[in-house]
């Protein structure tokens, strides 16, 4: 399997998708959450109205690749990871979170002087690892899984993700080109065994899953964490 490029590329670009776009997403969402944790912003019910809209409704996905295409980020790295950075139900969780804190916190920081970034980046912020780490696990779970991203907005085989070449290869003879373009290599490693192409499909399925696999017992805990966040109200 790994005698193919593509596989290695797919992977790699998969890999930064996911770390790039859960680093950006969990920044502007908590950002967003925390604008919309005050009481005191204006038009604030408004803007939750319309927040929740676009979690029933979308604009359909004509409208969203005739968008992304005026945008010019058809077949950029930049469209696996801006159509899906902001999440409402994210944002919802971290605000959920944001309004238990203690008052106390940030108007003792105002009376030291403290703006309303240095609140946000040197109060809120730290305080608040557990739904952060638990919104980073979601998302970053969401992007690795992603497949139709870039299955509409991709071409280049160079930036497809991993799940996006795996659907392709499910659904094509693309296994069957890639053993016949390296059976020279896979004659010399092993002249006694048949590469069959149900096989390399089993062994990419399983190169695609086994980063989430071993990944998940060691997060489990934020898993939990994620369910319970908002359950409580005092």
């Not at 912003?41 to 968008?67: A, D, E, N």
């Not at 969780?93 to 106390?104: Q, S, Y």
Request: glycine letters at 6%; proline letters at 3%; a positive charge.
């Amino acid at each position: 399997v790994f005698q193919d490029h593509r596989l290695l590329n797919s992977f790699l670009i998969t890999i930064l998708r996911t770390l790039g776009g859960t680093a950006l997403s969990v920044f502007f969402t908590a950002l967003l959450a925390y604008g919309m944790s005050k009481k005191t912003l204006l038009f604030r019910k408004q803007y939750m109205v319309f927040f929740m809209i676009t979690m029933f409704f979308s604009g359909g996905l004509i409208p969203s690749y005739l968008l992304v295409r005026s945008l010019g980020m058809l077949d950029t790295f930049w469209v696996l990871i801006i159509p899906g950075i902001i999440s409402v139900w994210n944002m919802i969780v971290i605000r959920t979170f944001f309004n238990a804190l203690p008052e106390g916190l940030e108007e003792s920081a105002k009376i030291d002087g403290c703006s309303n970034y240095g609140i946000f980046f040197r109060i809120v912020i730290p305080v608040s690892g557990p739904v952060l780490a638990t919104i980073a696990l979601f998302t970053a779970v969401g992007y690795w899984n992603d497949w139709f991203t870039g299955a509409i907005y991709i071409t280049k085989d160079e930036l497809l993700p991993i799940q996006t070449l795996l659907r392709q290869v499910m659904n094509s003879n693309i296994m069957t080109q890639i053993g016949s373009s390296n059976a020279i290599a896979l004659d010399h490693m092993n002249r006694n065994r048949t590469i069959t192409t149900k096989s390399l499909t089993m062994a990419t399925m399983m190169i695609a899953t086994i980063p989430i696999i071993l990944t998940y017992p060691f997060l489990q805990k934020y898993f939990v964490k994620g369910v319970m966040i908002g359950s409580l109200k005092e």
